[in-house]
């Protein structure tokens, strides 16, 4: 049974950085595409960055130049750098992943496996 739990979300003020941590248990990290959304209250859940096993990374637009997912296979953790924040990147983040090597457009439907969620609020 696939299990994946995040961490490192809080509290920052606009312009600071964080690191978010996804840790797998049942699955291993650098074999199939896996990702980061997050979702705002009202609004739906959207893709911020997605990684194929041999290293191709997607982000959305508006995080591009600012976020960073890598995977430490070593670890076995997906982890999403967070800099130069922004009031409009809180949202709660979620972690997922597939059994497939392909991230696609890294739509939501792709994936099959979901963290419970960390919140991140950033303040102005």
């Known amino acids: 049974q696939v299990q994946l739990v995040e961490s490192g979300g809080g509290s920052v003020q606009a312009g600071g950085s964080l690191r978010l941590s996804c840790a797998a248990s049942?699955?291993?990290?650098?074999?199939?595409?896996v990702g980061w959304f997050r979702q705002s209250p009202g609004k739906e859940r959207e893709g911020v960055a997605s990684?194929?096993?041999?290293?191709?990374?997607t982000y959305a637009v508006s995080v591009r130049g600012r976020f960073t997912i890598s995977q430490d296979t070593a670890r076995n953790i997906l982890s999403l750098q967070m800099n130069n924040l922004k009031s409009e990147d809180s949202a709660v983040y979620f972690c997922?992943?597939?059994?497939?090597?392909?991230?696609?457009?890294?739509?939501?439907?792709?994936?099959?496996?979901w963290g419970q969620g960390t919140q991140v609020t950033v303040s102005s």
């Open positions: 049942g699955y291993t990290y650098g074999r199939f595409c």
């Open positions: 997922a992943s597939r059994t497939g090597f392909n991230c696609y457009d890294g739509s939501e439907g792709y994936f099959e496996h």
């Open positions: 990684i194929t096993p041999d290293g191709l990374t």
